[in-house]
């Protein structure tokens, strides 16, 4: 019997489940004694579902202490043409800066299939701020496309090289009240710092998001 001890709750086994390779979304059904009787996983379709229940079994087992029954896990996988969150997904149609002595601004206008938001930040020119501002730019634009009680924070936008290759990183808080969760998304910079940031920004929130509009 798969026990979830006291230690863990079950919305953190959730966003655990969550962080295997094409998992979107995880619920987990409990019995009166905490045990899991089912667990409900909506994957992509680029690997076997056998294979994703196996690696969900094993990272419970290992970093929870959890022997799953996989009976009790069902897997339903989208294929490109039933994926509608691949299709919903935010994505940047411009990106403009303006520079006014010391001072930046940005301008971010991020679109889905109906509509296009816009959100601006300003502030000191300097090459970190300059990214920062990019990312509050685009933070602004995604909130509006935000479901009521919830909304993005950002934390932090840093960069890194891996493999001789210079990458943006994005951290923000997700917050769909009363719940929160931190979630971090990073581009490779291809010929531009500042595209790089929207993207990355992007990649943080694109998985979380549900877009009706």
Sequence with gaps: MADAPKEHK???????????????????????????????VLAEETRNAKQIVRDIETLLRVECGLDLDHKKVSVVQLNKEQNVFQARRLKCSALQFYLQGAKIEAMVEISSPKKSCQG???????????LRLIAEATVQAVNQFMEKGGHVILDDV????????????????????????????SALVKQDEKEAVVRATLAAVNRRLRIDT
């Design 158 to 185: 840093g960069q890194f090289t891996l493999g001789g290759r210079h990458f943006i990183a994005v951290s923000v808080t997700f917050v769909c009240s009363p719940a929160e969760e931190s979630l971090v998304g």
């Design 10 to 40: 079950i919305s953190d086994l959730e966003k655990l489940i969550k962080q295997i390779r094409d998992v979107v979304s995880v619920n987990i059904v409990t019995g009166e004694n905490k045990e899991i009787q089912e667990m409900h």
């Design 120 to 130: 601006q930040s300003a502030g000191v020119n300097s090459r970190t701020n300059r």
